[in-house]
């Protein structure tokens, strides 16, 4: 981190920003994945169920792993997921995330520095003032609402939406990082050669199946 902040401020005199994404990069998200499990096995399954006991360390990425990895019963699959992915994208669900201590000392450092605090996610704008509000209660930089690029349209891929908002914004400011835990991210933004350098990958403990290669020297935080 250091490194990329001395580079960046021995650079030409442009604009400075930092970006991150969200979810699995700054806020913990399995704490939500974890509650609707725990909220449709109280609803709708024997109490002994294994999703009823599901620890934290346990939770996968998202409802369809989660349905696999308990056992659940394959003819109950789609409306779990269903009911997971309401609950998961509810706004007043954002409250359970816990914030990632390794990734917001990246924002603090930057904030510090003076640099410019983004960020990018895959929320679509109707969750922006849940978005915020979870920014504020973590106590991270925020500027207010042009620091929070929401995806306009829940149809568009998030990788390739990120992308072109990064490359847009390398045509104005010196982009000294861009901070996820997602292949997929990283994969769309190395794809172009103005921002083919900007990625930093943070490990996050579940991911989904089957990312993308990202290139060998990308900078990882642990």
Not at 108 to 115: D, L, N, Q, R
Not at 155 to 182: D, M, Q
Request: with cysteine; glycine share 6%.
């Amino acid at each position: 981190m250091e490194s990329r902040i001395e580079a960046a401020l021995a650079q030409e005199q442009r604009p400075i920003a930092v970006v991150f994404d969200l979810d699995n990069t700054l806020v913990d998200t399995r704490f939500r994945t974890l509650r609707a499990a725990h909220l449709y096995a109280a609803a709708h399954l024997d109490p002994e169920h294994p999703m009823a006991r599901l620890t934290l360390e346990e939770t996968p990425y998202d409802g369809a792993e989660l349905a696999q990895l308990v056992g659940l019963d394959p003819a109950l699959h789609g409306e779990f997921f269903r009911y997971w992915e309401d609950f998961f994208w509810l706004g007043e669900s954002f409250e359970l995330d816990q914030g990632l201590p390794a990734a917001m000392q990246w924002a603090w450092a930057a904030e510090e520095a003076g640099f410019n605090v983004l960020y990018l996610t895959g929320r679509i704008e109707s969750l922006r003032s849940a978005s915020e509000a979870q920014l504020r209660r973590l106590g991270l930089p925020f500027a207010g609402s042009e620091s929070l690029l929401c995806k306009p349209a829940m149809g568009l891929r998030t990788p390739t939406y990120k992308a072109n908002v990064l490359l847009r914004l390398s045509e104005t400011s010196h982009i000294a990082w861009f901070l996820t835990e997602s292949y997929s991210d990283i994969a769309a933004v190395q794809a172009q050669p103005a921002t083919a350098h900007i990625s930093v990958l943070i490990e996050f403990p579940v991911g989904p199946k089957g990312e993308p290669a990202i290139a060998a020297d990308t900078p990882t935080v642990l």
